[in-house]
T-cell receptor, first 110, second 113 residues
Framework: QKEVEQNSGPLSVPEGAIASLNCTYS??????FFWYRQYSGKSPELIMS????GDKEDGRFTAQLNKASQYVSLLIRDSQPSDSATYLC??????????FGKGTMLLVSP | SAVISQKPSRDICQRGTSLTIQCQVD?????MFWYRQQPGQSLTLIAT?????????ESGFVIDKFPISRPNLTFSTLTVSNMSPEDSSIYLC??????????FGAGSRLTVL
């Protein structure tokens, strides 16, 4: 069974700090990886996708992928209170379906 | 960008009854996906709905409990049958839009008493 593991948190960081969110996955053949943000009471929204080993940057967000270690991470620079949410790691499982981790709750304090 | 509308947004139901959730997309899509998010848990795929064929269910989900309709390329329904309190959850419709982006509707929050 395909698994995606994340620390549930909460991860608490002060405003302006770097938040680092981590994810490991079990399916070695996975090729597509995604980070979703979910605010309380809302549906998930995609913030980053990554398909190749290395780093991918988009504004304050950087996704990192290491397929050999089966590891995906998300860095949020200059964290803001509005970044407080649950971050879900998702891995494509074939036929366009995604397997989600349980999510890491991030709390950014002013 | 395309809009995904779900209804009802929330409902409170009695044990043993059934509820049908509707999902409407304002563009034609090949596949529609139904996910469940139980309290404090992540998203679990229930089934994939293709127009003109039976839905494909994931392990642990069966058609008798979660019948799905897909009458056209913009609409789908998910029915939660013979509900029990364990079915209390958020049910999310989703589609792939743009460049391989799985996009979710606002969800239907179901509470079973």
């Amino acid at each position: 069974q395909k698994e995606v593991e994340q620390n549930s948190g909460p991860l608490s960081v002060p405003e302006g700090a770097i938040a680092s969110l981590n994810c490991t996955y079990s399916d070695r053949v996975s090729q597509s990886f995604f980070w979703y943000r979910q605010y309380s009471g809302k549906s998930p929204e995609l913030i980053m996708s990554i398909y190749s080993n290395g780093d991918k940057e988009d504004g304050r967000f950087t996704a990192q992928l290491n397929k050999a270690s089966q590891y995906v991470s998300l860095l949020i620079r200059d964290s803001q209170p509005s970044d407080s949410a649950t971050y879900l790691c998702a891995v494509e499982g074939g036929y366009s379906t995604l397997t989600f981790g349980k999510g890491t709750m991030l709390l950014v304090s002013p | 960008s395309a809009v995904i509308s779900q209804k009802p947004s929330r409902d409170i139901c009695q044990r043993g009854t059934s509820l049908t959730i509707q999902c409407q997309v304002d563009s034609q899509v090949t596949m529609m996906f139904w996910y469940r998010q139980q309290p404090g848990q992540s998203l679990t795929l229930i089934a994939t709905a293709n127009q003109g064929s039976e839905a494909t269910y994931e392990s642990g989900f069966v058609i008798d409990k979660f019948p799905i309709s897909r009458p056209n390329l913009t609409f789908s329904t998910l029915t939660v049958s013979n509900m029990s309190p364990e079915d209390s959850s958020i049910y999310l419709c989703s589609v792939i839009l743009g460049a391989n982006v799985l996009t979710f509707g606002a969800g239907s929050r179901l509470t079973v008493l």
